[in-house]
């Protein structure tokens, strides 16, 4: 089927692309630029679809941010990224206010103007305690509006009941190039470590026995927050 990706540049959606694109759909890849502090993924994105040898385009939705309070989110201000874990309260700030309504929208208009039939966005289970719109209820809602608003396209969310651990592995098993991959809030130059998607994902690979090729600042950080 023909099927667009919502692609951040990010593990989860990158072994989601993988596994597509191994099941033999036929899929595009889709990165949305929405004023993230984090723009770094956008590469990573870009070096994921290469990868897979997939078309991959960037849609500017950054106008919006700009027109969002700055302080609404860590992710678009200048306010600090928390580091922890996401089981932590603070990691709340990291909500960016309807980010994956406006991408799925964003991705619905390209993918039906295209004639795609599919599209395809990586949230997972990992993500219902912070993100309101990672979870099955709003992923339900959105697929029925898709479906009422564009007849000939549906949306698929293949991972929402997946851990973090369980993308890794099956990112293992397709053999993903997690090392292309981009995590971190902070967006420097290496991975931070302390930020919660760095902890999270030193996490995942320790859960599920996977070599983690991700170089970062603090290494030990996500072990002591963590235990593994």
């Not at 599919?118 to 959105?142: K, M, N, Q």
């Amino acid at each position: 089927m023909r099927t667009t990706v919502l692609l951040s540049g990010g593990l989860d959606s990158a072994v989601l692309a993988a596994r597509l694109h191994h099941d033999g759909h036929l899929v595009s890849a889709l990165s949305c630029d929405y004023g993230q502090r984090h723009r770094r993924e956008l590469a990573a994105a870009a070096a994921v679809a290469a990868s897979l040898g997939v078309s991959h385009r960037v849609i500017n939705l950054s106008g919006v941010a700009a027109a969002m309070d700055p302080d609404s989110s860590a992710l678009l201000g200048s306010a600090a990224v928390p580091h922890g874990h996401y089981a932590d309260d603070n990691m709340a700030v990291t909500v960016v206010p309807g980010r994956n309504l406006l991408m799925l929208a964003a991705a619905a208009a390209v993918a039906s103007s295209r004639g795609d039939e599919v599209v395809a966005i990586a949230a997972h289970a990992g993500d219902h305690p912070v993100y309101p719109d990672c979870r099955t209820e709003f992923l339900d809602a959105a697929q029925a509006a898709v479906a009422l608003g564009t007849p000939t396209l549906d949306v698929v969310y293949p991972f929402a009941h997946f851990s973090k651990a369980d993308i890794v592995a099956e990112g293992a098993r397709l053999g993903v190039p997690f090392g292309l991959t981009w995590s971190c809030y902070e967006g420097g130059a290496v991975h931070c470590g302390r930020c919660g998607t760095c902890v999270e994902r030193a996490e995942a690979f320790a859960v599920a026995g996977v070599e983690d090729p991700t170089l970062y600042a603090d290494s030990a950080y996500a072990r002591e927050v963590t235990g593994r």
